[in-house]
């Protein structure tokens, strides 16, 4: 079963860091992208950012937002996604989801968030 | 990156149809066909419904499909059911290697 679990959400003050991880199963992690993607109480879904597969040497990309702040590494020998929050402000608030980013289709690579995790809650307050 | 343009609530009869539209720019929508749209029941994850503007997922029913015109697209529901009463989102690629989402649209069956 395709599976993804977050974990490391909870409570920090402003200006604070946190490490949210995101354990996949089921799947060959190291051939796909994956997407951070957050949700503010009561809020839309936000897209926080991607890191690029292994073909794709692993690149990232962040939403203005949270660029220079968060950074999201990943460990293909563990299955794992990561994002790393620094500096974290009250509306970082949210639960923070990961997703699988896409798929393949014989030598095509669909890009649409197929699997997604059951969210980790993030609340920067004092 | 401005957030996609949705309805913030549309509303339909059991076995009704319904469409959401999602507007974006010609940075985003208007120059890919990278558009997906996704299901959130309450305190659920989302479920993705629609990608590359009209493909359904296996497993998604045939009642919803999806279209794009210019730099709008759009999800429509046919026979509308219980169980799709929920928010959806619609989202996509952009020029400067980024996704955005819609402000998503609550779909409520009267």
């Known amino acids: 079963e395709v599976q993804l679990v977050e974990s490391g959400g909870g409570l920090v003050q402003p200006g604070g860091s946190l490490r949210l991880s995101c354990a996949a199963s089921g799947f060959t992690f190291s051939d796909h992208h994956m997407d951070w993607v957050r949700q503010a109480p009561g809020k839309g879904l936000e897209w926080v950012g991607r890191?690029?597969?292994?073909?794709?040497?692993?690149?990232?990309e962040y939403a203005a937002s949270v660029k220079g702040r968060f950074t999201i590494s990943r460990d293909d020998s563990k299955n794992s996604l990561y994002l790393h929050m620094n500096s974290l402000k009250s509306e970082d608030t949210a639960v923070y989801f990961c997703?699988?980013?896409?798929?393949?289709?014989?030598?095509?690579?669909?890009?649409?968030?197929?699997?997604w995790g059951q969210g980790t809650t993030v609340t920067v307050s004092s | 990156q401005s957030a996609l343009t949705q309805p913030a609530s549309v509303s339909g009869s059991p076995g009704q149809s319904i469409t959401i539209s999602c507007t974006g720019t010609s940075s985003d929508i208007g120059n890919y066909n990278y558009v997906s749209w996704y299901q959130q029941h309450p305190g659920k994850a989302p479920k993705l419904m629609i990608y590359?503007?009209?493909k359904r997922p296996s497993g998604v029913s045939n009642r919803f499909s999806g279209s794009k015109s210019g730099n709008t697209a759009s999800l429509t529901i046919s026979g509308l059911q219980a169980e799709d009463e929920a928010d959806y989102y619609c989202?996509?690629?952009?020029?400067?290697?980024?996704?955005?989402f819609g402000g998503g649209t609550k779909l409520t069956l009267l």
């Open positions: 997703a699988k980013a896409g798929w393949w289709s014989g030598n095509k690579y669909y890009y649409a968030m197929d699997v």
């Open positions: 890191s690029r597969n292994k073909g794709n040497s692993y690149t990232t």
């Open positions: 590359d503007v009209s």
């Open positions: 989202t996509s690629y952009t020029t400067i290697s980024t996704w955005v």
